[in-house]
């Protein structure tokens, strides 16, 4: 995190430098396009592009962060591993799901993903779903099956 800051930092820097540097090579030449105008402005343009470029890695950076933090909290949630509040009681009132639950949860979804995408709809779907492992009982979705 410390590289990707710091390459966003130092691009903003040589930004905003390049920036300068055509304000005062119009000043010098008294606003006339100038080799030293023109050369100042191509940097300009340069250092633009890689500010944009520093940018959009930051970006993409953070939204991998929060895929990776959405998903340990998702298994946290679902195996009953949620951070403690500061009453020393879990942050959830829902019971934990197995990993084997949680396991299968994802499979049948991805299953029906992709009937949707073949156009088959849904009913193929269950027909994917492993029921080697017995569904968990406490959840009442999953006891008629």
């Excluded at 470029?53 to 962060?65: G, I, L, N, P």
Aim: one cysteine or more; hydrophobic letters at 40%.
């Amino acid at each position: 995190m410390d590289n990707t800051v710091d390459a966003l930092n130092n691009a903003y820097l040589e930004f905003v430098g390049a920036a300068a540097g055509v304000l005062e090579a119009k000043e010098i030449s008294g606003g006339l396009k100038t080799p030293s105008t023109d050369a100042a402005l191509e940097n300009f343009k340069q250092r633009w592009e890689l500010f944009r470029v520093a940018c959009d890695q930051a970006e993409e950076f953070v939204e991998s962060v929060k895929q990776r933090i959405g998903s340990e909290c998702l298994v946290d949630e679902a195996t009953g591993s949620s951070v403690t509040g500061k009453s020393g009681q879990t942050t959830t009132g829902f019971p934990p799901i197995s990993a084997v639950r949680l396991e299968q949860m994802s499979k049948a979804v991805r299953w029906l993903v992709i009937e949707l995408q073949h156009g088959s709809g849904a009913s193929g779907a269950a027909a994917h779903t492993p029921s080697s492992v017995p569904f968990d009982a406490r959840f009442s979705e999953d006891a008629g099956q």
